[in-house]
């Protein structure tokens, strides 16, 4: 119930303070410190036995689905020009997209800029799945031994 919460709109108002994420994870803190028997264990150790990731990860995870369904057409076919350049030159997978240079927060912060260097970092194996759910499930896999899952 409480997660349905704090991830509503991601997308949008995805906050890029450190202060205000810490906030909206204290919320998840508070949450996994109500359940029997976890209370005396550490917040990561919590995570782990619930099988909960932090809403960082989460956010970013669900950034990245966006992408894939932008890049993808399952939207429309005129969506993925709203945010992304792809550019078909560079070493990267077949979908790399193009850094876009920005001076103001506000832009730097905005989707269509904090996706850029993160999906760009995926493996084509990842970004090649033929559907939505095969692309989490390449997604999970990639990242299930990275510290981001539970990283504080």
């Known amino acids: 119930m409480v997660r349905?919460?704090?991830?509503?709109?991601?997308?949008?108002?995805?906050?890029h303070r450190e202060g205000l994420i810490k906030d909206l994870e204290r919320v998840q803190v508070r949450a996994t410190e109500l359940v029997s028997g976890l209370r005396k264990k550490s917040y990561k150790e919590r995570l782990i036995e619930l099988k909960l990731s932090t809403l960082k990860y989460r956010t970013i995870r669900g950034d990245m689905i966006e992408v894939y369904k932008l890049?993808?057409?399952?939207?429309?076919?005129n969506t993925v020009h709203l945010c992304a350049n792809i550019d078909t030159r560079t070493r990267?997978?077949?979908?790399?997209?193009?850094?876009?240079?920005?001076?103001?927060?506000?832009?730097?912060?905005?989707?269509?800029?904090?996706i850029v260097n993160i999906w760009n970092s995926?493996?084509?194996?990842?970004?090649?799945?033929?559907?939505?759910?095969?692309?989490?499930?390449?997604?999970?896999?990639f990242?299930?031994?990275?510290?981001l899952v539970v990283q504080l």
Not at 122 to 141: H, P, W, Y
Not at 143 to 147: H, K, P, S, V
């Open 4 to 15: 349905s919460h704090l991830e509503y709109a991601n997308a949008v108002r995805n906050p």
């Open 71 to 77: 890049l993808m057409y399952k939207y429309d076919d």
């Open 92 to 114: 990267g997978h077949t979908k790399t997209l193009v850094v876009k240079r920005c001076h103001y927060d506000l832009q730097k912060y905005s989707f269509c800029i904090r």
């Open 122 to 141: 995926l493996l084509n194996e990842v970004i090649t799945a033929t559907s939505v759910n095969s692309f989490k499930n390449r997604l999970d896999s």
């Open 143 to 147: 990242w299930a031994d990275q510290e």
